[in-house]
């Protein structure tokens, strides 16, 4: 099998180049062609011997997306793509213009094995994880189709990064590469729903990302009703690991709260976040649940501006997250829904 060369480091390159027996700079050439140059054919690597490209050409492949579709939204510069992998999967991946620049949401995963209950993503089914190549071309096509320059990635699209994890680093590492992109994972923010051993081990990387944790309830009775993960990573721990990760890392942790109206917004529940919260290093964003077919869940965004304020009177500060896109988030995690009806649903993270 043809491998994967957008995948590979730089020292993994250049083992492959010295085992073709070619000298140490030809790994850095090729590595520039695929990561800054983003050339997709090796017979266009103008740089290397003809003979060369042709050996490369049999041994490895360069991977590539195709659009699927793409959702633009007529209100602000949102716009949705959804891929197609070369495996025939799908994934989703959402330009966003803020006023410091433009950052893409990435999607890790095709699918999702944790069963959140408000999530389209883990209903379309679990597929498998990307490879970091994957990852990367989002980038590098939303780049060239829309002619922007993304400056802040955000891996909150389909998936759970924590249940790919070496890829998910791997991808960071060519991603902030100074021989390759070069971007400081300052401008990087990782969303797990919670996976504790993950969140540990990431802050023993000390890569500098911002972590995101999705909260959602306050309680283990109510986080378990709607995250499945809570039940095998209970609120304790996940405070817990959240506590590390600051204490290691030096940077806050952000906890996303999708206000869900009836189900996580009572004064009760602002009380227990609170509390939950009370003296820790955090940032809490409040967004309204963007309401799926399949299930009832929903909330206006006054609903969530009115549990804003009850956190705020209980002494906790939160922001509501600005919506970017409204009128195309409606299909969040749906594209791909619709494209891969038939997906494999087997694969439950806690029946593994
Ligand atoms: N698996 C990771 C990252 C992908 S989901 C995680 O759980 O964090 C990205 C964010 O979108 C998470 O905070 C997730 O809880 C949230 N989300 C999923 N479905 C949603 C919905 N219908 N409305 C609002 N937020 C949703």
Known sequence: MQQDILSMTLPELREAMASFGQPGYRAAQIYRQLHVRHVRQFMEMMDIPTKLRTELDARFCIKSLFVARKLASSIDNTVKYLYRLPDGGHVETVLMKYHHGWRLCISTQVGCRMGCAFCASTIAGYVRGLTPSEMLLQIDETE?????????????????????????????????????RGMSLRHVTLSTCGIVPGIRALADRRTGLTLAVSLHSPTDAGRSRIMPVNRRYPLAELM???????????????????????????????????????GQQAHVNLI????????????????????????????????????????IEAACGQLRHEADAAADTSGDFLTK
């Open 288 to 327: 309204p649940v963007n309401s799926i077919k399949e299930r009832s869940y929903h909330a206006t965004r006054r609903a969530a501006q009115e549990f804003m304020q009850r956190l705020e009177r209980l002494g906790l500060h939160a922001t509501v997250r600005r919506t970017l896109g409204s009128d």
């Open 144 to 180: 060239r189709r829309e002619g922007v320059t993304i400056s802040g990635i955000v891996l909150m699209g389909i998936g759970e990064p924590m249940d790919n994890f070496e890829n998910v680093m791997r991808f960071l590492e060519l991603l902030s590469d100074p021989q390759g």
């Open 240 to 278: 817990e690991a959240c506590r590390y990760y600051f204490t290691v890392t030096g940077r806050r942790v952000t906890f996303e709260y999708a206000v869900m109206e009836g189900e996580n917004d009572s004064q009760a529940d602002a009380k227990a976040l609170a509390d939950l919260l009370y």
